[in-house]
């Protein structure tokens, strides 16, 4: 049974970088052909994905965010990070990773709130 947890500060001041974890477990991030993807709900706005890294450690952003996101991977622990610079309140979000696939996800971490306020 594959699990993903998310794990960040709740809180982030404007201009900060934010870093968010996803752990995995159950499976490994470098099963092939895996892509373990962020995505985020901003309140009262449907998901958007941000970007994913893939089983060889490829990554891909949306982009919309390239210029200011950055996915990878630690495969001793097993987890993907996300960092997202320079952020702005419109960066209020619940964070979610998911898998296994670049656009069809069977596992979903239970998301974490991330609030971007001075």
């Known amino acids: 049974q594959v699990q993903l947890q998310e794990s960040g500060p709740g809180l982030v001041k404007p201009s900060q970088t934010l870093s968010l974890t996803c752990t995995v477990s159950g499976d490994s991030i470098t099963t092939s052909y895996y892509y373990w993807n962020w995505i985020r709900q901003p309140p009262g706005k449907g998901l958007e994905w941000m970007g994913a890294?893939?089983?060889?450690?490829?990554?891909y952003y949306s982009p919309s965010l390239k210029s200011h996101a950055s996915i990878f991977r630690d495969t001793s622990k097993n987890h993907i990070s996300l960092q997202l610079s320079s952020v702005t309140p419109e960066d209020t979000a619940v964070y979610y990773c998911?898998?296994?696939?670049?656009?069809?996800?069977?596992?979903w971490g239970q998301g974490t709130q991330v609030t971007v306020s001075s």
């Open positions: 998911a898998g296994p696939g670049i656009d069809s996800y069977d596992y």
């Open positions: 890294i893939a089983y060889d450690g490829s990554t």
